[in-house]
């Protein structure tokens, strides 16, 4: 382009950030009377539909005049507060928390709505609502227009994501607010390994611990050694495939807790079952104790223990017989059953280890002994159930394991008179998706929904993949126009996701499907009654929820 054209159109740009910054207070207070509405009649979601709207009309908007830290800024609220609508926020019901962030972006868009500061910390009140999902990922990137692009990728998956434009901010960032990770773009005009030194002197100067995970578009040696001895915990190539990036971010950062294990005690006598319960559950098990054998096949359907550990002696069975009936089940026949008992006789040790018993241990016992000798075989057990049960491709629970959760799960809601909702995803098109872009990008499609799941859905929720790229979602005590609501938001975030191919950047969508357990519905009725609200969804046009 000649120098005029050039100067004409840095000219024109100029003009129309300048529009824009001159309507921008006038928005800004629309956005604060909102937020006024909001806490004033906090049972009012007509309001905070609206305060919605005004987020929505930024974000979309304040990147393309040229306010790119303003309209990531206005998109991590809208993601956030839309959490809220649908139930679905770390917070709660508390839109104390929510209020708080959206006044911290007014005052920082009333003093630097072009984030030349870029790093705002938050209020008291807000901070001490974020949970590790909403503490901050920096992304040092030099670029505006491909640093918002990743910013809001990632922030369609749940992060909290602040961009900071060159090395010489990071080091203020970091002291100002610390970030769960640093992702670092190599692309930087002193050179590409001079990103690697810089967060390598900032980690030693300052002795903070964050993630590090550098991203480039050379894959050579020096390049990555360098890295390594920055301390990368990742390095990836571009481009990038956002899918993977969020998969390691959650390893990193080690999403949620681990799930305690379970174990099944069968004892008749109450004090010794209390003491090893004790035991159990100062090591972190969960524990249940049953003392009516009678009762057993009942307990493993609620409680589906991963460990029973069991008394050789019972009076209304022996031990050896309840562990062959329990054998008889092919739902059990891979938990781990231990006998702790006192009996001395070797024969009738032999005895109940060849009735399909695992181990023999016998009384009295350490307690560091039966902690240890427990907790490896339920681990073990675990681990390789994961294998079995699950898909390879996404981790969720494969077609045959999600029909064994459901009719556990259906049974629960029985017991307890509570709600239970089921929904069926279908990728819209997904033939097209392979057709077009081949198998391997398709597989990139599945693994989005599936992250995209596991990270905005609960930890008690069930997901599975059903079957290509179909997948479902047990949700206890949950009606289906909640489940409805918090699974349009999904949809809603997911739609905006670009997936990568050599071809193209392309977004894909889902149909979902939701039903509510009825007075005399089972599992197999609640599928279908999912399958069928499914159909409607397709048959209404696609990309859409239907109940």
Same mark, same amino acid.
């Not at 050039?6 to 309507?23: F, P, S, V, W």
């Not at 104790?289 to 009678?294: I, S």
């Not at 989005?448 to 008690?460: H, N, S």
């Given at each position: 382009?000649?120098?005029?054209?050039?100067?004409?159109?840095?000219?024109?740009?100029?003009?129309?950030?300048?529009?824009?910054?001159?309507?921008?207070?006038?928005?800004?207070?629309?956005?604060?009377?909102?937020?006024?509405?909001?806490?004033?009649?906090?049972?009012?979601?007509?309001?905070?539909?609206?305060?919605?709207?005004?987020?929505?009309?930024?974000?979309?908007?304040?990147?393309?005049?040229?306010?790119?830290?303003?309209?990531?800024?206005?998109?991590?609220?809208?993601?956030?507060?839309?959490?809220?609508?649908?139930?679905?926020?770390?917070?709660?019901?508390?839109?104390?928390?929510?209020?708080?962030?959206?006044?911290?972006?007014?005052?920082?868009?009333?003093?630097?709505?072009?984030?030349?500061?870029?790093?705002?910390?938050?209020?008291?009140?807000?901070? !001490?609502?974020?949970?590790? %999902?909403?503490?901050? &990922?920096? @992304?040092?990137?030099? /670029? +505006?227009?491909? =640093?918002?692009?990743? $910013?809001?990728?990632?922030?369609?998956?749940?992060?909290?994501?602040?961009?900071?434009?060159?090395?010489a901010r990071l080091e203020a960032a970091i002291a100002a607010r610390a970030p769960a990770a640093v992702i670092m773009d190599l692309g930087f005009p002193a050179g590409i390994l001079a990103g690697a030194a810089e967060a390598a002197r900032i980690r030693q100067r300052g002795g903070r611990h964050f993630a590090l995970i550098f991203i480039s578009t050379r894959s050579n040696f020096t390049a990555r050694l360098a890295t390594v001895r920055a301390g990368a915990d990742d390095y990836f190539s571009k481009p990038?495939?956002?899918?993977?990036?969020?998969?390691?971010?959650?390893?990193?950062? !080690?999403?949620?807790?681990? %799930?305690?294990?379970? &174990?099944? @005690?069968?004892?008749? /006598? +109450?004090?010794? =079952?209390?003491?090893? $319960?004790?035991?159990?559950?100062?090591?972190?098990?969960?524990?249940?104790?049953?003392?009516?054998?009678?009762?057993?096949?009942?307990?493993?359907?609620?409680?589906?223990?991963?460990?029973?550990?069991?008394?050789?002696?019972?009076?209304?069975?022996?031990?050896?017989?309840?562990?062959?009936?329990?054998?008889?089940?092919?739902?059990?026949?891979?938990?781990?059953?231990?006998?702790?008992?006192?009996?001395?006789?070797?024969?009738?040790?032999?005895?109940?280890?060849?009735?399909?018993?695992?181990?023999?241990?016998?009384?009295?016992?350490?307690?560091?002994?039966?902690?240890?000798?427990?907790?490896?075989?339920?681990?073990?057990?675990?681990?390789? %159930?994961?294998?079995?049960?699950?898909?390879?491709?996404?981790?969720?629970?494969?077609?045959?394991?999600?029909?064994?959760?459901?009719?556990?799960?259906?049974?629960?809601?029985?017991?307890?008179?509570?709600?239970?909702?089921?929904?069926?995803?279908?990728?819209?098109?997904?033939?097209?998706?392979?057709?077009?872009?081949?198998?391997?990008?398709?597989?990139?499609?599945?693994?989005?929904?599936?992250?995209?799941?596991?990270?905005?859905?609960?930890?008690?929720?069930?997901?599975?993949?059903?079957?290509?790229?179909?997948?479902?979602?047990?949700?206890?005590?949950?009606?289906?126009?909640?489940?409805?609501?918090?699974?349009?938001?999904?949809?809603?975030?997911?739609?905006?996701?670009?997936?990568?191919?050599?071809?193209?950047?392309?977004?894909?969508?889902?149909?979902?499907?939701?039903?509510?357990?009825?007075?005399?519905?089972?599992?197999?009725?609640?599928?279908?009654?999912?399958?069928?609200?499914?159909?409607?969804?397709?048959?209404?046009?696609?990309?859409?929820?239907?109940?």
């Amino acid at each position: 382009m000649p120098e005029s054209g050039q100067q004409n159109l840095a000219a024109t740009l100029q003009a129309i950030e300048r529009m824009y910054a001159d309507k921008l207070p006038e928005r800004l207070r629309e956005l604060g009377d909102c937020l006024r509405r909001c806490l004033d009649e906090p049972g009012v979601h007509a309001h905070c539909d609206q305060l919605l709207e005004k987020l929505h009309g930024l974000s979309g908007s304040a990147g393309t005049f040229g306010f790119s830290e303003l309209g990531l800024r206005a998109t991590e609220l809208e993601i956030l507060l839309g959490d809220f609508i649908a139930g679905t926020a770390a917070g709660g019901k508390d839109f104390l928390s929510v209020a708080a962030r959206v006044k911290d972006f007014v005052r920082w868009a009333e003093t630097d709505p072009k984030g030349d500061s870029r790093v705002a910390p938050p209020s008291e009140a807000a901070a !001490a609502h974020q949970d590790d %999902r909403m503490q901050p &990922i920096y @992304l040092v990137h030099d /670029n +505006a227009g491909m =640093a918002h692009d990743i $910013a809001v990728q990632l922030q369609h998956f749940g992060y909290a994501v602040t961009v900071v434009s060159d090395l010489a901010r990071l080091e203020a960032a970091i002291a100002a607010r610390a970030p769960a990770a640093v992702i670092m773009d190599l692309g930087f005009p002193a050179g590409i390994l001079a990103g690697a030194a810089e967060a390598a002197r900032i980690r030693q100067r300052g002795g903070r611990h964050f993630a590090l995970i550098f991203i480039s578009t050379r894959s050579n040696f020096t390049a990555r050694l360098a890295t390594v001895r920055a301390g990368a915990d990742d390095y990836f190539s571009k481009p990038l495939d956002i899918v993977a990036l969020v998969e390691r971010l959650d390893r990193l950062l !080690a999403r949620g807790e681990a %799930r305690p294990l379970r &174990i099944l @005690l069968i004892d008749e /006598n +109450a004090r010794t =079952a209390s003491a090893h $319960a004790a035991i159990l559950r100062a090591a972190g098990m969960e524990t249940r104790v049953l003392d009516k054998a009678g009762e057993t096949l009942q307990v493993l359907v609620e409680y589906r223990p991963e460990l029973i550990l069991m008394d050789l002696h019972l009076s209304t069975c022996g031990g050896a017989e309840l562990t062959r009936l329990i054998r008889q089940d092919n739902l059990y026949l891979d938990v781990p059953i231990v006998f702790l008992s006192d009996e001395a006789d070797v024969d009738k040790r032999l005895e109940a280890i060849g009735s399909g018993a695992d181990d023999f241990l016998t009384m009295p016992i350490t307690p560091a002994h039966l902690v240890s000798a427990l907790s490896s075989r339920t681990q073990r057990y675990r681990e390789l %159930r994961g294998l079995i049960m699950r898909d390879g491709l996404t981790g969720l629970l494969n077609h045959s394991a999600v029909k064994e959760h459901l009719v556990r799960e259906v049974a629960r809601a029985r017991r307890n008179g509570a709600p239970l909702a089921l929904a069926m995803l279908d990728l819209d098109h997904f033939k097209r998706v392979n057709d077009l872009y081949g198998h391997p990008v398709g597989d990139q499609v599945i693994r989005a929904v599936a992250r995209l799941l596991q990270q905005r859905l609960r930890r008690g929720d069930i997901l599975g993949r059903y079957g290509g790229e179909e997948f479902v979602a047990i949700m206890p005590a949950t009606l289906a126009a909640t489940a409805a609501a918090v699974l349009d938001q999904v949809r809603e975030s997911f739609s905006h996701i670009r997936h990568h191919s050599e071809l193209e950047d392309f977004t894909a969508t889902f149909s979902v499907g939701v039903a509510e357990l009825g007075a005399d519905g089972d599992a197999d009725t609640l599928l279908e009654a999912a399958d069928d609200a499914l159909y409607r969804a397709k048959g209404g046009g696609r990309n859409r929820v239907a109940t």
